[in-house]
């Protein structure tokens, strides 16, 4: 992975090669920001940065043996760590189990991807993923190791407030001393989630969202797409390139979530016992890590509806069809109810993060979100 190929950043990768360059290396590293924005590329790119034979001032050779094989990601001193769901019937139960499957997803998803999709790929159907305790034994054991061939051993964790709690508590000393050149990159979307001990351990890189002329640039090298739409969906995506890709390829998950968020909140204005118990037995159906999406789906879309009324265009993040949506929609919510929705959405959110039922989890949202329209 090269830093070139990273979309914007430019500060971010500046610094971390200047950093590797002056020999000022963290041995734990924690890259913080919204999902979508390249953290887990600017990880990689600076891991092979530091082990390549012949660099730049601004980036890795490409050419030497260290870089080629990092560009297969199978460089023996390069180690992952992601979220995966235990199958005993398929022997899968720790990250190398997955190894060629992470690959794979990683190249065919051009190094930009989410948790959801990676769920997806490894059909965890209704499994949450998660970094599990027996994941802490296998770091620990490729780390005693000596280093086979690079500068430095690295150690990616994506998405580390995944980890198990006791998987957590087995890495606190390796992190805070580890072996000689061993390096930990955490890649995180939510790192307020991850134990604060850890965090402490960790110097932290905060990323923020991708510039929109950056944005721009890359759709239209991408894609067949014209300079007035690119800009368009450069808005939307608020900084993420994924989101930007997902606006442009008008996935299904999107579409479905739209489609539904409408109909729970027309069976709901309406008092439509009937149609909000489909509702619920629908949303039951599609897994917790989709239902969660789901309500994060709607807490966005209730903000962006509320922020319209304020008659600031420039302000609003939202699709042509929720846009339409919006202009009868946005009305019903105003300062009266937009923190009772938004404390809903998110009592909900939790509810379903604790396994709660998920039929009485969203039919008692609908018959709370019928009070609050009618208030």
């Known amino acids: 992975m090269f830093f070139k190929d990273i979309i ?10 200047r950093t590797a360059r002056e020999g000022v290396i963290p041995h734990a590293q924690l890259f913080c920001g919204p999902e979508g924005i390249g953290k887990f590329p600017l990880a990689l790119a600076y891991a092979q940065y530091l082990n390549c034979e012949n660099p730049s001032e601004n ?3 490409g050419q030497c043996p260290s870089c ?3 560009n297969h990601l199978a460089h023996p001193d390069l180690h992952f760590v992601y979220p995966i769901v235990k199958k005993a019937a ?12 992470w690959r794979n997803f990683i190249k065919e998803k051009d190094f930009y991807f989410s948790y959801n999709q990676w769920l997806e790929y490894i059909d965890a159907e209704n499994s949450q993923g998660l970094i599990y305790a027996k994941e802490s034994e296998e770091i620990l054991r490729k780390l005693s190791l000596r280093i086979y061939e690079a500068k430095y051993k690295v150690m990616i964790i994506w998405l580390p407030e995944k980890m198990h709690e006791s998987c957590s508590n087995k890495l606190l000393k390796i992190i805070e001393e580890p072996t000689d050149n061993t390096i930990f990159l955490l890649v995180s979307d939510t790192p307020d989630n991850i134990i604060t001990t850890i965090q402490s351990r960790c110097q932290r890189i905060n990323i923020h969202g991708i510039e929109k002329q ?8 991408a ?28 996935d299904e998950e999107h579409k479905f979530f ?20 489909t509702i619920g037995n629908e949303l039951a159906g599609v897994g917790r890590e989709n239902q969660k999406s789901f309500l994060v789906y709607s807490q966005r879309m209730v ?33 009266r109810n937009i923190i009772g929705f938004m404390d809903e959405l998110a009592l909900a959110e939790r509810h379903i993060e604790q396994n709660v039922n998920a039929k009485m989890v969203f039919f008692d949202l609908c018959l709370k979100i019928t009070m609050l329209i009618k208030s």
Do not use: W
């Open 90 to 101: 398929k022997k899968k139960e720790v990250c190398d189990d997955y190894i060629a499957d």
């Open 8 to 17: 914007g950043q430019d500060e971010v990768k500046e610094r971390l090669t």
């Open 303 to 335: 903000r962006e509806y509320f922020i319209s009324n304020l008659k600031h265009p420039e302000m609003i993040y939202v699709s042509s069809d929720e846009a339409n949506f919006g202009t009868r929609f946005a009305p019903f919510i105003n300062e």
């Open 214 to 221: 950056n944005i721009v640039q890359a759709l239209e090298s």
């Open 68 to 70: 080629i094989k990092y």
């Open 258 to 277: 739209f489609n539904l968020f409408v109909q729970m909140m027309r069976a709901s204005y309406a008092r439509d016992i009937k149609q909000i118990k």
């Open 223 to 250: 894609y067949n797409i014209t300079p007035e739409d690119a800009a368009n969906v450069a808005h939307l995506s608020k900084g993420s390139y994924l989101k930007a890709i997902e606006t442009i390829s008008l």
């Open 59 to 61: 980036d890795s050779c």
